[in-house]
């Protein structure tokens, strides 16, 4: 018998209906004819006509592209494909068995051109040199996988080449080669085409793979959009890392949709959250790392400060009414409602809705305050639009439960000071300031908003405020400042109104940076050394006739 694996052979078929992707490993290697069993033959000449359509191989597949070639019933219809795919538990294997089906058919191969050369040794005929030639031939043949074979008349294949490229370009929307993943490629080349060399190449560095939802600042007006927003503005600019790490405008290439593909979830302890892909690069201690080689644990850089500010302004009173709604306001009822006990905030809510919106009438029933239109000759209590209400409509707030309320969209592209008085006014119906057990001051803000939580961790990211994020509760989202340079600057740069304002005013450290004079240390020897430049001043405190000086960074 000639040499043959039958067993191999079914193996390297059950294999194709298992695994869609198991003809990639076989194709370039196995032939039709190095099948013994020519019902198995059919079969892959089948599986082989499938993968070159792109059309999925299965059971069925086989099963109608063996009629359409009239041998289905020749060799055992869809019992004998059942037959074999069911012989087969995995289709990790199929490489294996096709390198045994591939060795016996050109085993096989080698007896026939052992005849074909003992037969030319008969025929007399034939000159030597000749015959010497065609023996050569064979054997090269069989040794280069059958080269020969391969080849093609090209005015055979013209033909079906231009239907091919003319069937590509006539509708783009139709895959009908193998795709990329990258939506803008496949959309001119219809996909990896059969006999196709494609190299897709850059410089190390170049593209960050983030879903289409991840909001990012614009250098150039503020606002944070999302990608997806970003690409269809076609914006010139995003904010990257210069090449000596600053953060700064840095101008875009191109944007690339690289379409559907896994994405991982990185959290960081402040509270920090990105949905990136895993060759997405991370800035470490180490240098740029890919997060599939980052684990649990490994430190990565977050921004400290983005002082970025956009140019458009509200009167420093709205700002701060903006920001008590958000934080006390009742915005799904008939009337907007504040409920707050704080004299010096309630006065100044009152004065900001008097000042801005004479027409209307603030009612007090304890602590809640509701805003309603007046009529100077019905009263206060006759109906007439709430300027008010379409006040708050035109920042997308009114209707706004607690749960859902969110910065407005406007305010990112605020000027500073103007952010700066909503968050103030904010901060001050929402956050607290109080000592901890090690009698150090700390900042919060706790609301049950997720979004209205985050908006406020990254506004404090502009202002240089470095703060965590984290759940409390299911219905409570926190914001905790806790190291003293970031209470600090919270208290130089926004501040409170009403009663907390007074807290710690006396005692708070007070940052100064770069010009500031330079502090002498003394260490009871005769000598001293020098500061750097960063000086903390506590107001107020004495220890006998000279002030008391923290230093940081020496």
């Not at 420093?316 to 920001?323: F, I, S």
């Not at 009698?439 to 404090?460: I, N, Y």
Request: hydrophobic share 40%; aromatic share 10%; glycine share 10%.
């Amino acid at each position: 018998m000639p040499p043959h694996n039958l067993e191999a052979e079914a193996s390297v078929l059950g294999s194709l209906m298992l695994d869609r992707n198991a003809v990639v490993r076989v194709a370039d290697f196995l032939r039709p004819e190095d099948f013994y069993l020519d019902h198995h033959a059919q079969v892959y000449r089948a599986a082989l006509n499938l993968y070159d359509r792109a059309d999925p191989i299965d059971l069925l597949t086989l099963a109608a592209e063996l009629e359409k070639m009239r041998v289905l019933e020749r060799i055992g219809g869809q019992a004998f494909l059942a037959e074999l795919e069911s012989g087969v538990p995995t289709a990790a294997n199929v490489e294996y068995y096709g390198h045994l089906v591939e060795e016996a058919g050109t085993k096989r191969k080698l007896i026939s051109a052992g005849g074909r050369i003992t037969a030319l040794g008969f025929d007399e005929s034939t000159p030597a040199n000749q015959a010497l030639d065609t023996a050569e031939g064979v054997i090269f043949n069989i040794a280069e996988g059958r080269i020969t074979q391969d080849f093609v008349a090209l005015k055979d294949i013209l033909k079906t080449t231009w239907d091919q490229i003319e069937q590509i370009h006539k509708d783009q929307s139709v895959i009908s080669g193998v795709p990329s993943g990258f939506n803008d490629l496949d959309a001119k080349t219809g996909g990896f085409q059969k006999s196709d060399l494609i190299i897709i190449a850059a410089r190390p560095g170049v593209g960050k793979c983030v879903i289409s939802t991840t909001l990012v600042d614009d250098p150039e007006t503020g606002e944070r959009l999302s990608i997806e927003e970003f690409v269809r503005r076609k914006r010139p600019s995003v904010f990257g890392l210069s090449p000596h790490g600053r953060i700064e405008p840095r101008q875009i290439g191109a944007w690339v949709d690289s379409g559907v593909q896994p994405c991982f979830a990185v959290t960081t302890q402040t509270g920090r959250r990105v949905e990136v892909t895993g060759h997405h690069p991370f800035l470490t201690v180490s240098g740029w790392q890919p997060l599939h080689d980052l684990v649990t644990g490994d430190a990565i850089a977050v921004p400290r400060c983005l002082p970025l500010f956009g140019k458009e302004s509200l009167p420093a009173p709205l700002a701060r009414l903006l920001g008590y709604f958000v934080g006390d306001g009742g915005l799904s009822g008939n009337a907007p409602e504040f409920t707050n006990i704080d004299a010096e905030i309630v006065d100044d809510f009152k004065d900001a809705v008097a000042s801005h919106f004479p027409t209307c009438h603030v009612r007090q029933h304890g602590p809640h305050y509701v805003v309603s239109a007046f009529h100077k000759l019905l009263g206060p209590y006759s109906w007439q639009p709430n300027p008010v209400i379409r006040w708050l409509k035109e920042f997308s707030l009114w209707g706004k439960k607690s749960e859902a309320k969110r910065f407005p969209e406007a305010a990112w592209r605020w000027d500073k000071e103007t952010l700066r008085e909503f968050i103030r006014g904010l901060m001050s119906c929402d956050g607290s300031i109080f000592r901890t057990q090690n009698g150090r001051p700390r900042v919060e803000f706790s609301v049950a908003s997720e979004g209205l939580a985050k908006d406020m961790h990254h506004a404090f990211v502009r202002f240089g405020i470095v703060a965590r994020l984290y759940r409390k509760s299911e219905r409570c989202w926190r914001i905790q400042v806790t190291d003293s340079e970031s209470v600090a600057t919270y208290q130089r740069e926004i501040g409170w109104i009403g009663e907390k304002s007074a807290r710690f005013a006396s005692n708070l450290p007070v940052f100064q940076h770069g010009s500031s004079p330079r502090c002498r240390l003394g260490n009871g020897r005769s000598g001293g050394g020098y500061a750097g430049s960063w000086l903390v001043h506590t107001r107020g405190a004495l220890r006998g006739k000279s002030p008391y000086f923290e230093i940081r960074n020496v």
